[in-house]
């Protein structure tokens, strides 16, 4: 009998070991699943009703709130409390918002939390949960990707970006980067580019571009490199060569607009309709267009021109000087003497003077003789230095191999940091 028993206890203990899985649980017991709660603006949401529009214009915040039940007393208290994190002052129309409402023990509703939106990434919560006030700021979870696009030019940049449904920003982007080297005021039917970029997602929702990685732009038959590269503290865009592509004097001294009249040393006037020389280009821009110094230089004339209205001219280094003329006004702290530097907003473009509509009349002079201002030698910034040469070549053959179409996962380029001494500037490295 004992033995039937210590036989019977032997199979019941085998049989449950043999019943347990692999992490020790019955094999008719499942893992209990954490439950899945939905975050909004790092909030559980689950327990609340939410609703959301946008702040309208003339709107107080204390009037939107009073909507939702808060009380004069509560945003008086709300003002204090976000002056040193975000004033409500900055609060914008137009701007979304969302409410958190929950149901209390009487079944009516009281707001927990209130949402702004900065923009499309960054937000703030004020929170009135249990009659305290809590204020933080957040970002929204936004994903990163590594994008590769090509387009052919049929009549300019910005037409071309529109027409593939390419992101606005790339053009602003791309003139930043080729503004000293690419006329883009002379771009030419069949000019074409590759550019690849990190684009910034939020769920699926484009909200803007990151790094540009590389590009390779193809203008009147010449292919300009533009790579990314550390020298000294800041990453800027070099040549294939190693040239920089910032050169001594920008292309134009202004953006998104057409050359209305080149320099001639016989043009008809539009205006006295006689022939005299015209010594300057015309971009034709609309009226406030900000105008900008192409180098670096003092202010040597700011007043009335004449014929040429408002008038700016700027000495730079090479006994160069530079004239902005038509001008509708002046930027702030823009005297005679002021030291300017290359891209400082210097002006708006107007119709002063002798003029049929805004433009503006750009001008060089070389050693005091007017010369065409398209085509002005251009001197490139100092280039790729020599102990850097070896570490920039590595990264340069890596992005154009990418841009070419023919880079292996392993080639993409995802750092610029400096690599150390003693490691190949071709081992990829994560920011």
Known sequence: MKRFI???????????VACRNEHGMDEDTQPIEEPQHTLLYGIIADNYRTESGTIAQGETLGKLLGRYGVGAATVDRLDKAAKDIFPLRQIRADRPYTV??????TGSERLDYFVYEKDVIEYVVFGFKNDSITIHQGEKDVTIRRQMRSSVIE????????????PYALAADLEEIYQWTVDFFGIQKGDNFTVI????????THVGIGRIWGAKFNHAGKEVYAIPFQQGDKVQYWEYNGASLRKQL?????????ISSRFSRSRLHPVHRVYRPHLGVDYAAPSGTPVHAVADGVVSFKGWGGGGGNTIRIKHAGNLETGYLHLRGFAKGINKG??????????????TGTSTGPHLDYRIWKNGVNIDPLKVPQEPAEPIAESNKAAFEAIRDRIVAELNGVATPDMIVTSLEPQPADSTAMAPKNE
């Open 155 to 166: 009549s300019s940049l910005w037409g071309a970006i529109m027409r593939d449904s390419l």
């Open 250 to 258: 920008l292309k134009a001294p202004l953006k998104f607009t057409r």
């Open 338 to 351: 002021t030291r300017v530097k290359q891209g400082d907003l210097i002006g708006y473009v107007g119709s």
């Open 100 to 105: 958190f409402m929950a149901a209390d023990s």
């Open 197 to 204: 970029y990190d684009e910034k997602l939020i769920d699926t």
């Open 6 to 16: 210590y036989l019977a206890l032997t199979l019941l203990l085998f049989s449950s």
